[in-house]
């Protein structure tokens, strides 16, 4: 079986399986003829990109006939726990800042990526999370003082944010949430137990940027995780479509974003209304977003690669940005470096 990257997405074993367990798609009868080694490679996959217990989920909907053997089950198994229990403890942490942060500041605790996203999802403890991501925009020089004077430490690298380990998980109390000092105006509604979250159509505002700047500035393939995510997003109930589109018109992910809901589309077989991305095809965003090599040790072969990329999919790139990839990455990159030295 080849290298997950290796294939197109829609003839993954890993993504007919989610779209079966998560969205409602066919039964994949083809299980009952992998081999032991092909559900090795599909677990290792899932790790990969992000979904080991999305997998699982799926794989116990399945009759029992067509699951894996025993010794792979068990490698899932264990991994959900972990999952399971990371998510849990994180979860904790962030109910004690939230009230915190509250009672101390009178700052709320607007939550943003993590158990934002999670509560979106069938299960929300079986979505992966890392660090604990608030914005808290103007109070975030309040909450820094706070936490210092109490003998944590703050970890300023980024100017967007201030991070520090609370509870034993990692906090980023965002400044600003964009990269380009162009955020909006953000709004908050009520998450649960205390905490607030960003309103749908702002939270995808804010992923779309997110994960195409990971995409482009790091070269860091998209995810499937992040596929899903978005996925439930505007998949979720009175989603606003209309309100999106107002966010991101103008923006650098107008059209990406609506690129990425079409290729939702077709991998997870779902409807969500999307524009329609200037002409471009579904499969581009795979091409362009996904297929990404392994990080060189050699800033030389770093950048041919990168500008070989750009010169291929010139005109792909055009369309979604109305200009070249060289200067969008080559020439911007260097004067937002140089902007953030400046403010540091």
Same mark, same amino acid.
């Given at each position: ?78 991994? =959900?726990?972990?999952?399971? #229990?990371?998510? $849990? ?5 962030? @109910?004690?800042?939230?009230? %915190? /942060? ?104 804010? =992923?779309?940027?997110?994960? #195409?700047?990971? $995409? ?5 393939? @998209?995810?499937?995780?992040? %596929? /899903? ?104 990159? =260097? ?10």
């Amino acid at each position: 079986m080849p290298r997950f990257e290796e294939k197109t997405l829609n003839e993954s074993t890993l993504v007919v399986l989610l779209r079966y367990g998560l969205f409602g798609g066919e039964m994949p009868l083809a299980m009952s003829r992998m081999s032991d080694s092909d559900w090795l490679d599909v677990f290792v996959s899932s790790r990969q990109q992000a979904v080991t217990a999305l997998t699982y989920d799926a794989l116990l909907k399945l009759p029992v006939g067509m699951r894996p053997p025993r010794k792979v089950l068990f490698h899932f198994v264990s991994i =959900v726990q972990t999952i399971e #229990e990371d998510n $849990a403890n994180r979860e904790r942490a962030l @109910v004690e800042f939230a009230a %915190l /942060i509250g009672k101390e500041l009178s700052v709320p605790a607007v939550v943003v990526k993590g158990s934002s996203l999670a509560g979106y999802y069938p299960v929300p403890g079986h979505r992966e999370c890392g660090d604990n991501d608030l914005y808290t925009g103007t109070r975030t020089d309040d909450i820094e003082k706070y936490m210092r004077d109490r003998g944590y430490e703050i970890d300023n690298e980024d100017v967007r944010h201030a991070a520090f380990r609370f509870g034993g998980k990692m906090f980023e109390c965002h400044r600003q949430l964009l990269y380009h000092n162009d955020d909006p105006q953000w709004s908050s509604v009520p998450l649960r137990d205390g905490l607030m979250h960003l309103p749908a159509e702002e939270e995808a505002f804010f =992923v779309a940027k997110h994960i #195409e700047h990971h $995409a482009v500035f790091f070269n860091e393939p @998209v995810r499937l995780r992040d %596929l /899903i995510d978005w996925s439930m997003l505007l998949a979720s109930e009175n989603f606003d479509q209309d309100r999106l589109d107002e966010l991101k018109r103008g923006t650098d992910v107008e059209h990406f974003a609506d690129l990425m809901t079409a290729y939702c589309n077709e991998l997870f077989g779902i409807g969500i209304k999307c524009g329609a991305a200037n002409g471009l095809s579904p499969q581009v965003f795979e091409r362009l977003y996904m297929q990404c090599p392994e990080r060189h040790r050699l800033a030389m072969v770093r950048v041919a690669r990168r500008s070989w990329k750009y010169l291929r999919y010139g005109r792909e790139y055009r369309k979604i940005y109305g200009q070249s990839m060289f200067r969008r990455f080559y020439i911007n990159n =260097v004067i937002n470096a140089i902007r953030n030295r400046m403010t540091q």
